[in-house]
């Protein structure tokens, strides 16, 4: 058993703990939230070991991934910085010290727009494309492990069950951020 599952004794003293706080909240959807926490954890962790085999921090890598991916998936050899910022979730003065550590490496290479002379777009050198290819083999066999645990008509429902969870979570940010809900400490 893992050491981060509760016991039955512990289950139950937190859910007397939560509705002890306020009775009308549902212990078992904190529970859940709990799990998730857990399992989430675990994955962040599961790749952070799997990324460091590739002898590259996560942001770094994450790039030369998403920069395979708009080459694979829509047919784009190069990105602007801006896009790859967007992609990332990462401001573009963090993208530019990443992509100048990535050049450096000769893990990609910049090329100065064809329609706007003032711009440069990035691309994956063939050592970059090599890098990520070989790793993504054995990232995406390391996480599919962690699912066949499941059927694949459990994974189908897991598959459901978490985008009805991520739009009642999108409603709940959407109706604090409406509503400027802030929490009275006393």
């Not at 990105?79 to 963090?94: A, K, M």
């Not at 450096?104 to 970059?128: M, P, Q, S, Y």
């Amino acid at each position: 058993m893992s050491k981060h599952v509760f016991s039955q004794e512990q289950r139950e003293k937190w859910i007397n703990f939560i509705q002890s706080l306020n009775p009308d909240i549902n212990p078992g959807g904190i529970q859940l939230m709990q799990e998730m926490r857990m399992v989430s954890h675990a994955l962040y962790q599961i790749r952070e070991h799997s990324v460091n085999r590739a002898n590259l921090p996560y942001a770094k890598y994450s790039i030369l991934m998403g920069l395979m991916f708009s080459a694979e998936l829509e047919g784009r050899d190069e990105l602007n910085p801006s896009e790859i910022s967007q992609h990332q979730g990462t401001s573009r003065n963090t993208v530019s010290a990443l992509i100048r550590d990535l050049e450096e490496d000769g893990l990609i290479e910049r090329h100065l727009d064809v329609k706007d002379r003032r711009k440069f777009n990035i691309r994956l050198t063939e050592a970059g494309r090599s890098l990520v290819y070989n790793h993504a083999r054995h990232h995406f066999r390391i996480i599919g492990d962690c699912f066949n645990v499941l059927t694949a008509e459990e994974q189908e429902m897991l598959r459901q069950l978490l985008t009805k969870i991520i739009a009642g979570a999108e409603a709940v940010q959407k109706q604090m951020s409406d509503s400027n809900e802030t929490v009275p400490f006393q």
